[in-house]
């Protein structure tokens, strides 16, 4: 009798907490939709009442995360994806796997198509590497997703370190599998803020290996190669930059490179060159203007 009425419980304590998961999911899901439509407060205030239901809800943290992030609360967004890390990294509660099973349905409800829906709002620069519609690849999927937004939150609050530590996270769980640029690049830049521009160098050059028709992956890295005081690398990079994408940023950046190394004429044409693309859109470009001044009295 005592086993049975056990059996009982723990039923209605299963069902109860399958009725609390699904509701605080709905209103996530709701919630994560509002956030690209621009309505942040309203996610904010939809995912306090779903965390309130389902406190272990690690797509709750994030969501809610992404909702402060877009409203520069950057302090409340780090504190979220800190908890979403938290409770990812904690693998083993069997509510984990119940929560994803309920967020993908099971094979009589389109699971591929929830999951693409899923992706579209939840995950930023992770989300392409992803098509399994599986409970352990959306678990992976937030878990990776809430350290990338950490790091992003580290590099606003101005802790480039930290923003290190976050995309390395996400770099080294992935191991030999982890195709995505955006991660490099991202470390990449905080290692620039942090003067560490050897390992920028680095990561900056495994963004060109990924993808090598993004010129500012070179941009980048002929600015850590400037920093080292390696001219003829940054400048061949700057060139190959340059050629991809003539812009007024690039013939500006390019000017100073050569300015740096002493080249006074070439600085000139390219801040002339900016110049005439500024003054074709009908702007002014300050820092040409500045550079041209200053570079021709260093040449005179």
């Not at 490099?184 to 963004?207: K, P």
Request: glycine letters at 8%.
């Amino acid at each position: 009798i005592a086993r049975g009425v056990g059996s009982r419980a723990v039923s209605a304590s299963l069902k109860s907490a399958r009725q609390g998961i699904a509701s605080s999911l709905k209103i996530v899901l709701k919630a994560g939709r509002d956030v690209t439509k621009g309505k942040g407060e309203d996610a904010v205030w939809a995912c306090d009442r779903a965390l309130k239901v389902d406190p272990g809800s690690s797509l709750g943290y994030l969501v809610r995360g992404r909702a402060k992030y877009s409203l520069g609360d950057f302090e409340g967004a780090a504190s979220d994806f800190s908890s979403c890390c938290s409770n990812s990294d904690s693998t083993l509660s069997p509510l984990t796997s119940l929560r994803y099973r309920m967020v993908l349905g099971d094979r009589y409800h389109k699971p591929m198509e929830t999951f693409e829906k899923l992706k579209v709002f939840v995950i930023a620069t992770l989300a392409d590497s992803y098509h399994d519609p599986s409970p352990d690849a959306v678990t992976e999927m937030v878990r990776f997703c809430s350290y990338a937004n950490l790091g992003r939150c580290s590099l606003k609050l101005g802790d480039p370190l930290g923003a290190v530590k976050s995309f390395t996270e996400v770099i080294e769980s992935r191991g030999e599998t982890c195709d995505v640029p955006s991660m490099y690049f991202f470390r990449g830049c905080s290692y620039s803020l942090a003067h560490s521009f050897v390992d920028a160098s680095v990561d900056f050059t495994i963004c060109v290996e990924l993808n090598p028709l993004d010129a500012e992956n070179y941009v980048r890295r002929a600015i850590s190669y400037w920093c080292l005081q390696d001219w003829e690398k940054a400048l061949s990079d700057m060139d190959v930059a340059v050629e991809m994408t003539p812009t007024g940023r690039l013939y500006y950046l390019r000017g100073r490179l050569h300015c740096c190394m002493r080249s006074w004429q070439e600085g000139i044409m390219d801040y002339k060159r900016a110049l005439a693309i500024a003054k074709g859109n009908g702007t002014r470009n300050l820092k040409a203007e500045e550079g041209l001044r200053t570079a021709t009295l260093k040449q005179e």
